[in-house]
């Protein structure tokens, strides 16, 4: 988590546009069977490990100090650095009235928090007439952050397409985050999470949507992951590029002048 606060606020420090993909086992095996999704993850700022299982596998290959940065975890911390540079957010997701909810909730939690707007998007992709009024709306505010709740993949979709096209210089994908932060959701206990059971939680809280995705994409995990670890299946490895050691601190410092990633 600190390497991802880090980052993202020395992206925020700088003049670039970028997205953040918060990615655990469906959105992995997503990309398995769609080329144009794979892109988006493998193009993005930051791809961060949402669950466990992506975390083990992570220590199986070596690096051993992997861990869990979730979509929920990651907006708290992201709301804390907020405050303390003045950076600006935006939230778009949710069903009607779940933004306004979550903007009440973070603001009763973080009081100085700057939260410039909202927007419940419709169940499909914009139209024009209201892609016009969302970039009217975010250059009227100018955000530095832009909350994205609208479920994988839709929300890597979304991300990709504008990114570049919006005023707002960080998009980020987190999901369940505008359910759980609002109250709608309750999160699961730390120890479910690090026994890499959270998706069983919330199949039991969500049978109808989650059953059919979790019975399909876990096994089908499990087996692909079989044959990397035994050396049968092989994938290309993206290396960052980044060249700037990151300094050992308590709360992350930006780089000022640099390009982030």
Request: hydrophobic fraction near 35%; charge should be positive; charged fraction near 20%.
């Amino acid at each position: 988590m600190t390497d991802a606060i880090y980052y993202t606020d020395r992206l925020l420090q700088s003049d670039m546009q970028a997205y953040v993909c918060v990615t655990g086992v469906h959105g992995v095996m997503e990309a398995q069977t769609d080329e144009r999704f794979r892109s988006i993850l493998n193009a993005s700022f930051l791809t961060t490990p949402d669950g466990m299982p992506t975390v083990w596998v992570g220590h199986w290959q070596g690096h051993d100090k992997m861990a869990r940065v979730s979509g929920p975890e990651y907006m708290l911390e992201m709301c804390q650095l907020s405050v303390e540079r003045g950076y600006t957010n935006y939230l778009y997701g949710g069903k009607p009235g779940v933004a306004e909810e979550l903007r009440d909730s973070l603001l009763a939690r973080f009081p100085d928090l700057k939260i410039v707007g909202t927007y419940t998007p419709p169940f499909g992709p914009l139209d024009k007439d209201q892609e016009l009024y969302l970039e009217r709306q975010l250059a009227r505010v100018q955000p530095d952050i832009l909350w994205c709740g609208i479920s994988t993949p839709k929300q890597e979709r979304f991300m990709s397409q504008y990114c570049g096209k919006l005023p707002v210089k960080l998009m980020v994908g987190v999901g369940a985050a505008f359910d759980v932060h609002s109250g709608h959701s309750k999160d699961a206990p730390d120890w479910v999470k690090n026994a890499g059971m959270h998706w069983f939680l919330r199949m039991l809280r969500e049978p109808h949507r989650l059953t059919g995705r979790y019975l399909k994409n876990n096994p089908r995990f499990l087996w692909l992951m079989c044959l990397q670890l035994i050396g049968l299946r092989r994938y290309l490895i993206m290396t960052p590029a980044r060249t700037t050691a990151r300094p050992q601190t308590d709360r992350p410092v930006p780089v000022l002048g640099q390009r982030a990633g």
